[in-house]
């Protein structure tokens, strides 16, 4: 299991994948999210890409130390596409994720067994086409300097692996950091307690 402050999801936008079974084709997309309202986009775009298919069926997951999904039929029987789809979400552990499969329906039913087989088939091929990557959740911070303690500032950037964001380097400079949640409390203190440095938590 991840530890509280790090997360597995996808790097980039899966290729697209097919699985085909009984004449029906699902066509699998997984893509990287960071808000619900990314997805009507995303589906929006599949539907010009698939004017002709039949179902749009999706799950998706937000969120780290509190997850919330959800999970989309579209027209197929209840349970038989958006949970195995949110399954696979679950299974490879991913989160910050949608997942997509659209079925081309083939002139055979092929049952609600069937279509959970399928669709749970067609969401694994999309996220195993995809690049897994691990990431830190993170706490942001302004921190403000004069020029002359540039060196002190880095080399405390340097020691936590802390990500620069942001930067204003005038006489008097200005960076915007992403500290990592579990060092983000000794971080605070330390430029805090370092004279003539001020640092200030932002809203992430």
Not at 72 to 85: H, K, L, Q, T, V
Not at 111 to 132: C, T
């Amino acid at each position: 299991m991840s530890n509280e402050d790090t997360y597995k999801t996808i790097k980039n936008a899966s290729e697209v994948t097919l699985f085909k079974e009984k004449s029906s084709k699902f066509f699998g997309y997984a893509f990287p999210i960071s808000h619900e309202d990314e997805v009507k986009n995303i589906l929006e775009n599949l539907k010009k890409q698939h004017h002709t298919a039949r179902h749009f069926c999706f799950a998706y997951q937000l969120g780290v130390s509190e997850k919330r999904f959800r999970v989309n039929d579209d027209g197929e029987p209840s349970n038989s596409a958006g949970m195995p789809i949110y399954g696979q979400i679950q299974a490879f552990d991913l989160t910050n994720i949608l997942v997509v499969s659209v079925r081309y329906f083939g002139g055979t039913k092929l049952g609600v067994g069937g279509l959970m087989s399928a669709y749970k088939i067609s969401a694994q091929f999309a996220i195993e086409a995809s690049e897994i990557i691990e990431k830190t959740v993170d706490n942001y911070f302004l921190i403000s300097f004069n020029y002359d303690l540039m060196n002190k500032v880095l080399r405390i950037i340097k020691e936590f692996d802390i990500l620069i964001i942001a930067q204003k380097l005038e006489m008097n400079c200005e960076y915007e950091i992403a500290v990592r949640k579990s060092n983000s409390g000794k971080v605070y203190q330390i430029f805090k307690e370092l004279y003539q440095v001020s640092i200030k938590k932002l809203e992430s």
